[in-house]
């Protein structure tokens, strides 16, 4: 059965989002710093599997490497995959944010988040969230142990 408005508005999310199911912040994101800050640190999907997993994701370096030891049980299901992935990236990117002087929120004008560092440098942190949720690798902590030294 071919109903052409839901064609039409499946092409418009997906050219809206890049296509690949990643973050995508709503306007530019600029206006309230704490408030895009304080949405992209809820990760519901990823603070349930940690609760049930036992960990508590606390905003630590340490939640990280929890992170990275739990089984990805997730992997057998690709809307979680995605979800999971994306609240990984956004999970990290609060962390980062929280601890690593001069690293804060940044939206690229496609409204995707990253943490633009001190230096300058971008990191798309979402990215990172799905190639973990994905196969582990890169392991969250590694990834903030490289950006942290920045």
Same mark, same amino acid.
């Given at each position: 059965? +071919? /109903? $052409?408005?839901?064609? +039409?508005?499946?092409?418009?999310?997906?050219?809206?989002?890049?296509?690949?199911?990643?973050?995508?912040? $709503?306007?530019?994101?600029?206006?309230?710093?704490?408030? #895009?800050?304080?949405?992209?640190?809820?990760?519901?999907?990823?603070?349930?599997?940690?609760?049930?997993?036992?960990?508590?994701l606390d905003n630590s !370096? !340490?939640?990280? &490497? &929890?992170?990275?030891?739990?089984?990805?049980? =997730?992997?057998?299901? &690709?809307? !979680?995959?995605?979800?999971?992935g994306n609240d990984a990236?956004?999970?990290?990117?609060?962390? /980062? @944010?929280? !601890?690593? $002087?001069? %690293? #804060? =929120?940044? #939206? =690229?004008?496609?409204?995707?988040?990253? @943490?633009?560092? %001190?230096?300058?440098?971008? @990191?798309? #942190?979402?990215?990172?969230?799905? &190639?973990?949720?994905?196969?582990?690798? $890169?392991?969250?902590?590694?990834?903030? %142990?490289?950006?942290?030294?920045?």
């Amino acid at each position: 059965m +071919n /109903i $052409p408005f839901l064609g +039409n508005r499946r092409k418009k999310r997906d050219h809206a989002d890049g296509g690949d199911g990643a973050a995508v912040v $709503p306007g530019d994101g600029g206006g309230d710093p704490e408030g #895009v800050a304080e949405l992209l640190s809820e990760c519901e999907l990823l603070r349930s599997q940690a609760h049930l997993a036992g960990v508590e994701l606390d905003n630590s !370096t !340490t939640s990280l &490497e &929890e992170l990275d030891q739990l089984l990805p049980r =997730w992997r057998d299901d &690709e809307d !979680t995959l995605a979800w999971l992935g994306n609240d990984a990236g956004l999970y990290l990117g609060t962390v /980062i @944010v929280r !601890t690593v $002087p001069g %690293a #804060v =929120w940044q #939206v =690229w004008p496609s409204g995707r988040p990253v @943490v633009r560092m %001190a230096s300058g440098r971008e @990191v798309d #942190v979402v990215a990172s969230g799905h &190639e973990w949720a994905a196969s582990g690798v $890169p392991e969250l902590s590694q990834v903030y %142990a490289e950006v942290a030294e920045d």
